[in-house]
């Protein structure tokens, strides 16, 4: 007897197909190790301090430096970047990840495909954050002072699937949100810039929004670091198509992420 596949469901498969064939490393020209070793400056002990020292203050001066505190990163995080290197090998998701090393941005991430989404999608979250925050998600800069490709990939993973987890967290680009975020990022990852940027972030919050984070984002943050499991290899897989296909709130559920909720008064 013939049967016909119900046409929402042809519809996801064709999404996953597209979103697979997208996001698939094997497609792209030059792989992840040509390309830092393209990127890559060797520096010694010294060097290294005075790259800290020097980013580290200009970060402070003028928090928009995304060069400053992308290179803060890189020289201040080796054994945080082990760390998470070590998490993602625990999952399974992780392990493929590190295996294919697949990239976000413009040329491997259907965007138009995830924008015709279910609206409570992963996939459709994320492309209308980068929609509606004007957000390219070819901006990250390349890894260019970490010498193991390996660990060099995880944190160019990092940085590229920073959006996706401000998407997933519902926070806003604004400073109180980039702090929040910061702080998630910080706890669960262990890289001394997203916990320095939590702290002095926070100190540039106007006096309203300071309150609102004291007494809501800073609680929240520090709470969902601790208790949701690994973001980085749960949320780092635009590459696994389920994902993206999947609802947000099923992604918390498993996640052990909970929403942030007002009371107004």
């Given at each position: 007897m013939y049967l016909r596949k119900p046409i929402q469901k042809i519809k996801s498969e064709v999404q996953i197909r597209l979103i697979?064939?997208?996001?698939?490393?094997?497609?792209?020209?030059?792989t992840y190790h040509e390309e830092m070793q393209n990127n890559f400056i060797a520096t010694n002990i010294f060097q290294k301090a005075l790259l800290?020292?020097?980013?580290?203050?200009?970060?402070?001066l003028d928090p928009h430096r995304g060069d400053m505190i992308a290179c803060l990163g890189e020289v201040?995080?080796?054994?945080?970047?082990?760390?998470?290197?070590?998490?993602?090998?625990?999952?399974?998701e992780g392990q493929d990840i590190?295996?294919?090393?697949?990239?976000?941005n413009s040329k491997?991430?259907?965007?138009?495909?995830?924008?015709?989404?279910?609206?409570n999608?992963?996939?459709?979250?994320?492309?209308?954050?980068?929609?509606?925050?004007?957000?390219t998600a070819d901006s990250r800069l390349p890894v260019q002072f970490i010498a193991d490709p390996e660990l060099a990939y995880v944190m160019q993973r990092y940085r590229e699937v920073h959006d996706l987890v401000h998407a997933s967290l519902f926070m806003k680009t604004n400073m109180l949100g980039e702090v929040t975020v910061k702080w998630v990022e910080g706890i669960q990852t262990k890289l001394p810039m997203c916990i320095g940027g939590g702290i002095w972030g926070a100190a540039r919050l106007r006096p309203k929004h300071r309150q609102m984070y004291?007494?809501?984002?800073?609680?929240?943050?520090?709470?969902?670091?601790?208790?949701?499991?690994?973001?980085?290899?749960?949320?780092?897989?635009?590459?696994?198509?389920?994902?993206?296909?999947?609802?947000?709130?099923?992604?918390?559920?498993?996640?052990?992420?909970?929403?942030?909720?007002?009371?107004?008064?």
């Open positions: 697979r064939y997208y996001t698939a490393s094997e497609n792209a020209k030059v800290t020292c020097g980013s580290a203050v200009i970060a402070l201040t995080g080796e054994n945080a970047i082990k760390y998470m290197h070590s998490k993602m090998l625990q999952t399974e590190l295996k294919n090393k697949p990239r976000i491997t991430i259907a965007f138009e495909t995830l924008s015709q989404m279910p609206e999608s992963l996939g459709r979250v994320y492309a209308d954050f980068m929609k509606d925050n004007n957000i004291l007494k809501y984002y800073l609680p929240w943050a520090i709470r969902t670091g601790n208790n949701a499991k690994f973001l980085q290899g749960k949320l780092k897989h635009l590459y696994n198509a389920k994902r993206a296909v999947c609802s947000v709130s099923i992604l918390k559920k498993d996640g052990n992420k909970t929403s942030m909720i007002f009371t107004r008064r």
